[in-house]
């Protein structure tokens, strides 16, 4: 598969996950009234379920170049890319909310892209090389 197609497919489920994320956030700090890091640790473990499955059938599938790891392996591995970019989003959300003053939403939203771009780096690299 060629890396365009790869990161347009990963762009796809990103979004996707982005309105998973969103939507349980929205709900969990507006309507059910939970503070912000609890509806952000919430929706993104809601959404990295999501993401694997896509992940591991339609934006990395297995190629003969790719050495076979188990499934058991690749959740392994995708947990640890999963805790890695999570962990650098919450700290940045935690850097703009508590030190810069920077609306929870807009915060959340902005560590998307933290997420997403250390996320699949990670997965590209390590989880389904």
């Not at 003969?64 to 499934?71: L, M, P, S, V, Y």
């Not at 962990?87 to 933290?114: K, P, T």
Request: charged content about 15%; glycine content about 4%.
């Amino acid at each position: 598969m060629r890396e365009s197609v790869r990161i347009l497919r990963f762009a796809i489920v990103g979004t996707l996950n982005a309105l998973i994320t969103a939507l349980i956030v929205g709900l969990l700090m507006h309507i059910e009234g939970e503070h912000y890091m609890i509806a952000n640790v919430v929706a993104y473990v809601v959404a990295q379920i999501h993401n694997f499955i896509w992940c591991k059938f339609w934006i990395f599938p297995f190629d003969a170049d790719r050495k076979k790891n188990t499934i058991w392996h690749e959740i392994l591995f995708f947990a640890c890319a999963f805790a890695v970019a999570y962990a650098a989003q919450f700290l940045f959300l935690l850097f703009l909310v508590e030190i810069c003053g920077c609306n929870e939403y807009l915060a959340q939203f902005l560590g998307l892209f933290v997420y997403g771009a250390i996320n699949f780096m990670s997965n590209k690299w390590i989880t389904f090389r």
